[in-house]
Each structure stands twice: as C-alpha cells, then as structure tokens.
C-alpha cells in the first residue's frame, strides 16, 4: 500500500542551527501538508503546498519557515535558525485533491537543544 | 475561530466493550477526519466524513452536520485498538484543526 514517508525519524540540532525535515508523499498526490505536535500539545497545522506554491498557512509558519518540492517526489520543511521551542514532532501529509483523505507519514522527531 | 472539542480525554474499556467518543466543532466545516496516533506517535487516517455514516470493520463514524457533532464508535474493542483517537476539521480548503485527543486503553 503507499505510504508517506519521512526522513529522518528523529533528529537532534543544535539551537540557531538550520535543519531540512524531508517527505517523499504518496506518488500520485497533489496536496502536500506539514503539521507539527508539540510533546503533550494538539496537532497543528503549518502549511499546505499545491502546484509548486504554498496554498495556505497558519500563523506558526513565520519566515523562520520555509517548504519546497525541489524534485519530483521530495517534499521539505527547512527550520532556518532553530529555536527550543521548535521541539516537536513534525509530520508530512499528502492527499490527491484538497477535498480527499490525508495520509500521514510516521513523522520526524526533532530536538533542539 | 473554530475550536474542536473531543470527549473523553481518557477512556479505558474491557476488552470486547462497544466505545464511543465524541467530536464537537464551533464552526461550519468542509469535512471531518479522524485519526489514530500510536504510542510511537505516527498518525493513521481513519476516516473522511461530510456527511452521514461511514463503516470500516468494527470501526464506525458518523456526523451530524446540523449539531456540528460527530462521533468514532468501536465495537468489540480489542487491546490493539489502545491509542489516541484524535478529531480534525477542515473548513476552508486546506487549514485543519485537531481536537486534543481521547486517549483509549482498552485491557485484556
């Protein structure tokens, strides 16, 4: 069955280091999403990514942020100077249209410390 | 703003138990998903719902789109079935937004 995937399952950076969470969505996928997962906190929404652009985004995806589909099949989430406080769990979603099923990859783990 | 209310938060069951949880939304929405997260914290989707009923093997939803009100039921429930249950809503095209979460246990 596909599936998203992310790379890598958990990293640990250094604070003001940059980092490049990276998600292969599910190949015939048009809507690619980033969420994040504050330990103990609710999934947020970050941002949503159609047609080579950012679609929408939500009031956490500050300049710090940034996403690109550099290939055909790569989806990244860059952190540009990392923060403590950007110590969550970061995961990828895909969906075929923007009113279908999202499918979640098993997440990244990243620590700032 | 469109909050996303979910209840219980904790809900342990004996095995074989029918569970039912509970999603509130304050707001119109384009669709309701649920979702499971595993202790190791990778999510699955569930379901995808706008209107009615769905069924997936003991697992059914349903929405009241009037009452802004849904609800994940699972019958016969089985230890594998222990995880966090989470509600999501999507009212514009592409922004969600998750409830907290009901944690299940459900024991041997």
């Known amino acids: 069955e596909p599936e998203v995937t992310q790379t890598p399952s958990h990293q640990v950076t250094q604070m003001g280091q940059e980092v490049i969470l990276r998600c292969v969505p599910i190949s015939n996928h048009l809507y690619f ?4 997962q504050i330990l103990g906190q609710k999934v947020e929404f970050l941002v949503s990514f159609y047609n080579n652009e950012i679609s929408e ?3 956490i995806f ?3 942020f940034s996403v690109e589909r550099p290939d055909g099949s790569n989806f990244t989430l860059k952190i540009r100077s990392t923060k403590l406080e950007d110590s969550a769990m970061y995961f990828c979603a895909s969906s075929e249209t923007g009113n279908t099923e ?3 990859g098993q997440g990244t783990r990243l620590t700032v410390v | 703003k469109n909050e996303v209310e979910q209840s219980p938060q904790n809900l342990t069951a004996q095995e074989g138990e ?3 949880i509970n999603c509130s939304y304050s707001v119109g929405i384009s669709a309701l ?3 499971q997260q595993h202790p190791g914290g990778g999510i699955v989707s569930l379901f995808m719902l706008s209107s009615g009923k769905k069924k997936h093997g003991r697992l059914i939803a349903t ?3 009037q009452e802004k009100h849904s609800s994940l039921h699972i019958t016969a429930s089985h230890p594998r079935d222990s995880a966090v249950y989470i509600c999501a809503v999507r009212w514009g095209l592409y922004d969600m937004r998750f409830g907290a ?4 246990t459900v024991k041997p």
């Open chain 1, 102 to 104: 999202a499918f979640f």
């Open chain 2, 18 to 20: 029918f569970i039912t």
């Open chain 2, 63 to 65: 929405i009241n789109i």
């Open chain 2, 33 to 35: 998903h649920w979702l």
């Open chain 2, 101 to 104: 979460g009901t944690r299940l």
């Open chain 1, 33 to 36: 999403y980033w969420y994040r």
């Open chain 1, 57 to 59: 985004k939500s009031e």
């Open chain 1, 62 to 64: 500050d300049d710090q």
